[in-house]
């Protein structure tokens, strides 16, 4: 069993910044695959950023040159710089790891961009 456990959430006026970390109970130094996902009230979840095959990186057309998602395997952890945020960034953000055949899900950080 692996645990991820996301932070850095909060509250931010537009055009604010803020970092969220996603810490693995367990080394991800051999994980190729993860990303970040979220959730806004009323809408379907939606993946932000991913890292796929290692050194693969994809964003959402919405977030492209405003979000950067980053691995530090000394750590265990990978991140999600969010930078001129938007209100309509608002949502609960996931972070998730495939760890062999089995994808493992954060419990989720809210993150409000309001003025």
């Known amino acids: 069993q692996v645990q991820l456990v996301e932070s850095g959430g909060g509250l931010v006026q537009p055009g604010g910044s803020l970092r969220l970390s996603c810490a693995a109970s367990?080394?991800?130094?051999?994980?190729?695959?993860m990303g970040w996902y979220r959730r806004a009230p009323g809408n379907q979840r939606e993946r932000v950023a991913g890292i796929f095959g290692g050194d693969r990186i994809i964003y959402a057309d919405s977030v492209k040159g405003r979000f950067t998602i980053s691995r530090d395997n000394a750590k265990n952890t990978v991140y999600l710089q969010m930078n001129s945020l938007k209100p309509e960034d608002t949502a609960v953000y996931y972070c998730?790891?495939?760890?062999?055949?089995?994808?493992?899900w954060g419990q989720g950080t809210q993150v409000t961009v309001s003025s």
């Open positions: 998730n790891m495939e760890f062999g055949l089995t994808t493992y």
């Open positions: 367990r080394s991800i130094f051999s994980i190729n695959t």
